[in-house]
């Protein structure tokens, strides 16, 4: 029997909002950058070292990841990293991420063309 003082243990029921919205977010990210295929759970397991299940259940929005495994989704998915400096308030960061991306994109798209026109880097 549990004394009468202290926190209150929750019903069960009262997941609170923010918690909903974060497991929603980190779904949607993970749905942007790899889809929502079997290979796309594969992935996610090979990233974090989770079970197929765990990685279902963040694709699904019932749970989301915490501690390392947030981390090592943070390493490997710009959408994740996107989602989580949003949900954050850190719209700054995000921006400046979106722009290192930008830019490596932009210098990919130059050496291409360098290529193709036969142009000869110093």
């Excluded at 722009?99 to 063309?113: F, Y």
Aim: hydrophobic share 45%.
């Amino acid at each position: 029997m549990f004394p009468m003082m202290g926190k209150v243990f929750p019903n069960g029921d009262s997941t609170p909002v923010h918690r909903l919205e974060y497991q929603a977010e980190i779904a949607a990210a993970l749905k942007r950058q790899l889809g929502d295929s079997h290979r796309a759970i594969k992935m996610v397991m090979r990233w974090t070292g989770v079970s197929e299940r765990t990685a279902k259940n963040w694709f699904a929005g019932s749970h989301g990841p915490a501690g390392d495994h947030l981390i090592a989704l943070l390493h490997h998915s710009d959408e994740v990293l996107s989602a989580v400096l949003l949900m954050s308030g850190r719209t700054e960061l995000n921006l400046t991420t979106n722009l290192q991306v930008t830019r490596e994109r932009l210098a990919s798209a130059l050496q291409e063309i360098d290529v193709l026109l036969g142009v000869v880097g110093d």
